[in-house]
């Protein structure tokens, strides 16, 4: 059983920038592929980025290359996302996930946070 709790969401504008953080509970964080998702209020929730677990490989969807950056910290068990040039249309609850590459990368990841509020103003 994995436990993770997100943190760093807020309010800011069209423009800056916000950095995530995921606090993971449990043993072997380190063999989890752990990714980042986003809700939008009316919208199904969405694919941000993804760390695998074996080699550190990216992924990002296209709305978020160039501006979010995620990475992952073994020794603290956490993993972050940095986003930069924060647009409008990045609103949204986040969501931390972690579990195997296959599930997390079909959207299906074994466990999720509870989410972290994120909005930015025009």
């Known amino acids: 059983q994995v436990l993770l709790v997100e943190s760093g969401g807020g309010l800011v504008q069209d423009g800056s920038s916000l950095r995530l953080s995921c606090a993971a509970s449990?043993?072997?964080?380190?063999?989890?592929?752990m990714a980042w998702f986003r809700q939008a209020p009316g919208k199904e929730r969405e694919f941000v980025a993804a760390?695998?677990?074996?080699?550190?490989?990216?992924y990002y969807a296209d709305s978020v290359k160039g501006r979010f950056t995620i990475s992952r910290d073994n020794a603290k068990n956490t993993v972050y996302l940095q986003m930069n040039s924060l647009k409008p249309e990045d609103t949204a609850v986040y969501y931390c996930?972690?579990?195997?590459?296959?599930?997390?990368?079909?959207?299906?990841?074994?466990?999720w946070g509870q989410g972290t509020q994120v909005t930015v103003s025009s």
């Open positions: 996930a972690a579990g195997r590459r296959s599930v997390v990368l079909a959207g299906r990841p074994d466990y």
């Open positions: 449990g043993r072997a964080f380190s063999a989890y592929t």
């Open positions: 760390v695998i677990a074996s080699d550190s490989d990216t």
